[in-house]
């Protein structure tokens, strides 16, 4: 009788244990996604690969997952993460919940963004897509601050990759109107964390499978150059920390310097870390060389805007 009471403990403590590891998982559009085409052969697939990385394909009903911070570390500081993936996955752990992790590590609450991939199957504008979603996202986490702990003047949007591409066009289009609002709640990021981003889509120098996914085979000029981020930097684009390898042979170093330079020509704080070498997509994995110190760097930089203590 009391192995079978104590059996009956164990069973729910790890059920307890099991509840609180959760996390809070927010749908973005919970009554219909805008310009929204139905598809009930686009079902969203999570594969892990032999690298032990999760792609996520075909994000269909989009949504953010909560990673509060700890208690006794929060700063008051939040950052919503953007994985790349060419805009046709989602790398969702080493550039999403890992990096979640570790930004609680310092104080700062993450909302990891599963944001729809651009496809002409569900969308009837697949280029305002991810952006329609990452403008919603940041509106939630700021209208819900006081839920999480947050100070609605210190949240920022964090990508990678193609992510990154995401993350510094919330930076820049954060007020197009690419759906209907149903607040006045701003979109603009506070800050923004850009790793390997793509950032322009200049055929000379941008990353053509995510510029090809994003506005298709043949976009009009007009579209390359709305899109080219560097090129619609404002004064009131928020500030930004880049960091990049040299040898990257994926996307061209100019994303982030020509990035970094038209900032400065408006005198907007950045930083701009490139390492010699890393290659591409080294996310939060181990890697030899000074690669392996940006989050530090990264750290620093947060430290020196107040955002971490």
């Known amino acids: 009788m009391k192995n079978t009471f104590f059996y009956i403990l164990v069973v729910v403590a790890m059920f307890v244990q099991n509840i609180s590891a959760q996390k809070e998982i927010i749908k973005l559009w919970p009554d219909g996604v805008p310009g929204s085409i139905e598809d009930d052969t686009y079902i969203e697939e999570p594969v892990k690969g032999k690298d032990n990385i999760t792609r996520v394909y075909r994000v269909k009903d989009p949504e953010i997952i909560v990673y509060p911070a700890p208690a006794d570390k929060a700063t008051g500081a939040a950052v919503i993460i953007c994985p790349g993936g060419g805009y046709h996955i989602l790398a969702i752990d080493h550039e999403g919940y890992n990096v979640a992790e570790w930004l609680n590590s310092l104080g700062i609450t993450a909302f990891v963004l599963k944001y729809r991939l651009p496809s002409d199957k569900i969308m009837t504008d697949k280029s305002i897509g991810p952006l329609q979603d990452a403008q919603r996202a940041m509106r939630i986490v700021r209208k819900d601050a006081k839920k999480w702990n947050v100070d609605k003047d210190k949240i920022g949007i964090m990508g990678f990759s193609a992510g990154g591409h995401l993350a510094s066009t919330l930076s820049t289009h954060y007020d197009q109107d690419v759906y209907p609002a149903e607040t006045n709640i701003s979109a603009k990021p506070d800050f923004s ?86 290659g591409h997509g080294f996310g939060l994995k181990k890697k030899n060389g000074t690669v392996a110190f940006w989050t530090l760097d990264c750290e620093h930089w947060l430290r020196m805007h107040k955002l971490i203590k």
Request: hydrophobic share 40%; no cysteine.
């Open 193 to 278: 964390i850009l790793i390997y981003p793509v950032i322009s889509m200049d055929p000379e120098i941008t990353h053509m499978g995510s510029r090809t996914n994003l506005l298709g085979k043949n976009p009009t000029k007009d579209d390359v150059v709305l899109f080219s981020n560097e090129k619609v930097i404002t004064k009131d684009t928020p500030m930004a920390y880049l960091a990049l390898a040299a040898d990257d042979k994926a996307v061209p170093i100019q994303n982030s310097i020509n990035y970094f330079l038209a900032l400065k020509r408006y005198d907007i704080p950045a930083e701009l870390h490139i390492y010699e070498k890393g």
